[in-house]
């Protein structure tokens, strides 16, 4: 840290830190041909399994259309894959492909070289999320 950056508020701190963590991770993926907001969708679907869209979007945290559009690419780029939902023909139910698995393990490699996970860090961070 520099001397400056030192007598930031605190709130500045973060969102400067932030913004360049993000900077550098959105460089590297786009470098692989991934977006951020892709990667977001792999992971949730990774880690809850094949659902819709609208799950998915409110899982984000991003608008139904947001998450869409987020999907037609996945899908155009082979890493999702779109079915009938067995229940109701009206839905569609959204899968991770191989190809979006592999992307996914990718990005992890490197979302640890541009932020290698700190315990104290993330458990500060979930505090800030998860206050009341």
């Known amino acids: 840290m520099d001397d400056a950056s030192a007598e930031w508020p605190l709130g500045r701190l973060l969102a400067a830190a932030a913004r360049s963590v993000e ?32 799950t998915l979007a409110r899982a984000a ?5 947001t998450m869409s559009r987020t999907l037609e690419r996945l899908e155009r780029d082979g890493m999702v894959e779109r079915a009938e939902h067995p229940d109701d023909r009206r839905r569609r139910i959204v899968t991770v ?10 990005a992890r490699h490197i979302e640890r070289e541009v932020l290698p996970d700190d315990p104290q860090l993330r458990a500060a961070l979930g505090r800030i999320l998860h206050r009341p």
Request: no cysteine; aromatic share 4%.
């Open 61 to 65: 945290r991003v608008q139904p259309q």
């Open 23 to 54: 900077r550098d991770w959105d460089e590297r993926l786009r470098a692989i041909g991934l977006q951020h907001a892709a990667l977001i969708a792999i992971d949730i679907l990774i880690r809850t399994g094949p659902t819709g869209a609208d």
């Open 97 to 106: 492909t191989d190809h979006g698995r592999e992307m996914w393990d990718i």
